[in-house]
């Protein structure tokens, strides 16, 4: 099972408090260091110093790193027109030597597009589409040809479709691409956007009893359209909380103003034991990779205690 470390940012961080979890997830040997793509703090807290863009701090993380892989758990089609983002996402996989992952969704958070002037369409999922349609358009229109997409919401006229990403496509290995991660709670659109256009499905924070089902789901739409399930990639996201023991624990929970007993019921939380517990249930349910979501970004003992005491377990 892939352990990847997960960020974010918007609840307050720097570049530099990015790049210490960074390089303590290389150290330590996680499989990668992913981000939120958010611009508003969530919760209490004052955000300070600020939001971080994700695909210009995963640019600095792709000089300022050299095994693990990058990506962002989930970037909003909201954001960015899809050219500009197949352009940047391309980029940073080409600094990072091909070390790049993106992660795209509908987009959620009414508050941070109010707060930045950023439009926020009620109806978000045709866009969500279109731009899946977009980039990976973009990055599989071989050199020298052109690519055009002409759809609800945008328009791209004899497009040179570059710069190309060093990766090949997951989907077709004789093209262009970066792997794609498509994720969300839905029981329809999402398993069938995932089977279509995703190296990977991601379930972010389920309830845990929901696991199976949605694993199920995305694979029978995987069939729907011709594609073998085992070639699509199963992921949660879940938050993390471990101690040696009950007093450790507490305080970390307490850091990141979170109960105890909460966290043991939704997250990977709890002593080392139950941590890796917990982690070989969701590999028995047929998960192959979680993301720690790591909320306290200057406890870095934490990491060190997972990836030593809770990662050997599943080796």
Same mark, same amino acid.
């Given at each position: 099972m892939d352990l990847r470390i997960f960020t974010e940012p918007q609840q307050g961080a720097s570049y530099d408090d990015l790049l210490a979890v960074a390089r303590a997830t290389e150290d330590l040997g996680f499989d990668a260091f992913f981000r939120s793509d958010h611009y508003l703090v969530m919760g209490d807290g004052d955000g300070l110093p600020g939001p971080t863009d994700a695909w210009t701090t995963l640019a600095g993380l792709a000089r300022d790193t050299s095994r693990i892989r990058l990506g962002t758990l989930v970037s909003s089609a909201t954001f960015r027109h899809p050219g500009v983002l197949a352009i940047q996402v391309a980029q940073v996989d080409q600094m990072s030597g091909g070390r790049v992952e993106l992660g795209l969704g509908a987009g959620w958070f009414a508050q941070e597009h109010a707060a930045y002037g950023i439009p926020f369409p009620a109806k978000r999922f045709g866009l969500l589409t279109e731009q899946l349609e977009i980039v990976t358009g973009l990055w599989g229109t071989p050199v020298g040809e052109r690519f055009d997409h002409a759809g609800e919401h945008y328009t791209l006229t004899d497009s040179p479709a570059l710069p190309k990403p060093v990766q090949t496509s997951p989907l077709d290995a004789s093209r262009a691409g970066v792997p794609v991660i498509v994720g969300g709670n839905g029981p329809t659109r999402t398993p069938r956007l995932a089977a279509r256009f995703g190296a990977e499905y991601n379930q972010s924070?389920? *309830? !845990? #009893?929901?696991?199976?089902?949605?694993?199920?789901?995305?694979?029978?739409?995987?069939?729907?359209?011709?594609?073998?399930?085992?070639?699509?990639?199963?992921?949660?996201?879940?938050?993390?909380?471990?101690?040696?023991?009950?007093? *450790? !624990? #507490?305080r970390r929970a307490a850091a990141i103003g979170r109960e105890v007993p909460e966290l043991r019921e939704h997250g990977i939380a709890g002593t080392v034991d139950e941590a890796a517990a917990r982690l070989r249930e969701l590999e028995a349910q047929g998960v192959q990779r979680v993301y720690l979501q790591v909320l306290d970004l200057h406890d870095l003992e934490h990491l060190q205690l997972v990836a030593e005491q809770v990662g050997t377990q599943l080796r």
């Open positions: 924070f389920p *309830e !845990l #009893a929901d696991v199976p089902g949605r694993i199920a789901r995305v694979r029978e739409a995987c069939v729907e359209v011709g594609r073998d399930p085992g070639t699509l990639l199963q992921s949660v996201a879940l938050v993390l909380c471990v101690g040696r023991d009950d007093a *450790e !624990l #507490a």
